[in-house]
Every structure is written in C-alpha cells, then in structure tokens.
C-alpha cells in the first residue's frame, strides 16, 4: 500500500516550510497556503526579500541608465562624473518631481516616479546600498506587501511635503528609504524589549546621520527626508507589523494597487522621456 506523496512549500506569508496540503499555515496562520491564488511565481518573487531587493534595484538602474541615453552631453567635457550624471532635461522628463513638475506642467505622477531618478553614480549608489540594509529588516518584521505599501507611499508623502515646502525640482529613493526608516523607528518603538530597542537605537543613528548629512551638504532635500519618516511611522501605525497581525488580503490588496500605480508613473515617464529624445532627434 503506498502512501499519499506529502509535497512541500514554503509558505508564501512567513516564508517556513511547510506541506502543500495543510488548511493553514502552523507558524503564521495564513489560510490554504498551497492554493495557487497565493503560492505562484508572482508571489513568491514578493515575498523573497533578496527577490525585492534585486528588483527594485534593477528598476532604478535601468531608469538612471535611460536617463544617460537621453542626456545632451556635449562630447569631451566635465569629465567621468559628468558624463555618468543625467542633465536636469532628461530628469525633468523621466518624471522629476517637485513645484516646477507639478505646477507648471500638471505632472502629479511624478511623486511616484521621481523615487527611482538619480542625479549621479555616487547618488544612486548609495542609495542602494542603503536599501539593501533596510528593505530586509522591513521584510521581516512588516511582511513583503507592507513593505511595498510603505516603500511607496512614504516616498510619496515624502515628496508632499517637499513639494508644500517649495522645493522646486527633485529626485532620488532617499524620500521611500525614509519612509522604511520611519516604519522601522515605529516597530522598535511600539515592540520594546532588548530587540525593539535595538531596532529602535540603531535606525535612530540613520535619523541622525540623514539631519547632519542634509546640514552639512548642499541640495539635498531634508523635507522629503522629513515627510518620508513621518509618513513611514504613520504607516507603521496604521498597517501594523506581523507580530500583532499578519498580513491579509487587504495589504496585498493595497501594495498591488502601489505596484500599479508606480508602473502606471514610470511608463508614463519613458514615454515622456521617448517623446523628447525623438523630437531632440529630428532638430
């Protein structure tokens, strides 16, 4: 008499392994993990740190890279930094936000696309070297979907409050990385113990290190610094983290219509940026 094969899969909630046929998750309590509606390649991209790392990476690259195509460099001048730093035009139209984006040309989605612009190689960076220190932890103590949610929307209330302040032209992920800062701060906050504490202290330093750097180097945005905290606690608060709650249909609900929103942003970007490159071509 043979038995039944017992497949296993790694949970798509809290990533443990699991069999493909239990009715709920023995760890984190999601329902019917094995069904396809939650247990397919899309799903378990997003729900891979290192997945969601590598991906947001890449789309900030191929966005600064299209940024250089498009730039008009004159040849042989200002050298490698230069060369490798998209002028103001391309940025402008790749989707830079700020009052002169917004009010002068209506551009409202640029507060989504003007988080994976960036003026320079030093810029984009470190940048992502400083979401590959945080995305993870957010992953983890937030879940994938509301570290989506809050990548996304801190950047945005991020550039709000920029844009209210009166900063007229700006890019940069630094506004979305302060809003996982600003989660992150919440958790360690809210949590306590020796962890949360140590959570708390250590991201408190990036705070610190983020006012004294906007202090001591010219243009950079300290209200989108400012908003994208701010927005990543409130965020924090509102979405709760997975010691208190797992994550449910509705945060997946909520960080699809982010993915949508900012796809939605950067096309309309790339056809901005196409339409200019074509119309700099023909003069």
Same mark, same amino acid.
């Given at each position: ?7 296993? $899969? ?7 392994? $699991? ?7 023995? =760890? ?24 969601? @790392? ?12 299209? /940024? ?11 050298? !490698?930094? /230069? ?6 035009? *391309? ?21 989504? *696309? ?19 220190? !945080? ?8 879940? %994938? ?60 330093? =990036?705070? @610190? ?13 300290? =209200? ?30 909520? %960080? ?7 796809? %939605? ?5 790339? !056809? *901005?940026?196409?339409?200019?490159? %074509?119309?700099? *071509?023909?003069?």
């Amino acid at each position: 008499m043979t038995t039944p094969e017992r497949r296993s $899969i790694l949970c798509p909630n809290c990533g443990r392994l $699991i069999s493909r046929d239990e009715p709920a998750c023995p =760890w984190c309590g999601t329902s019917r993990p094995g069904s396809w509606l939650k247990n397919n390649p899309l799903t378990r991209s997003v729900g891979s740190a290192d997945r969601l @790392v590598t991906m947001i990476i890449t789309v900030n690259m191929v966005m600064y890279l299209v /940024s250089l195509l498009i730039s008009n460099h004159s040849p042989g001048h200002g050298g !490698l930094f /230069s060369a490798l730093s998209p002028d103001q035009g *391309s940025l402008l139209a790749l989707g830079a936000t700020g009052v002169v984006p917004i009010d002068r040309y209506g551009r409202f989605w640029s507060l989504l *696309s003007a988080n994976y612009l960036h003026g320079g190689p030093l810029h984009i960076f470190f940048n992502m070297m400083a979401l590959r220190q !945080l995305l993870p932890l957010v992953v983890q103590e937030y879940g %994938a979907w509301r570290m989506l949610t809050i990548y996304t929307i801190g950047g945005v209330c991020g550039y709000v409050l920029s844009y209210l302040a009166g900063v007229g032209y700006t890019i940069g992920a630094s506004a979305a990385l302060c809003g996982l800062i600003g989660s992150l701060l919440y958790y360690g906050k809210s949590r306590g113990g020796v962890y949360g504490q140590a959570v708390f202290k250590e991201v408190w330093g =990036w705070v @610190v290190g983020l006012f004294f750097f906007g202090l001591i180097v010219p243009g950079i945005n300290n =209200w989108g610094h400012g908003g994208g905290v701010v927005g990543g606690i409130v965020l924090g608060f509102l979405l709760d983290y997975r010691e208190r709650r797992t994550e449910n249909l509705f945060h997946k609900f909520l %960080a699809g219509g982010c993915i949508l929103a900012t796809a %939605a942003a950067l096309a309309l970007g790339l !056809l *901005s940026a196409f339409v200019t490159f %074509a119309g700099r *071509s023909l003069h």
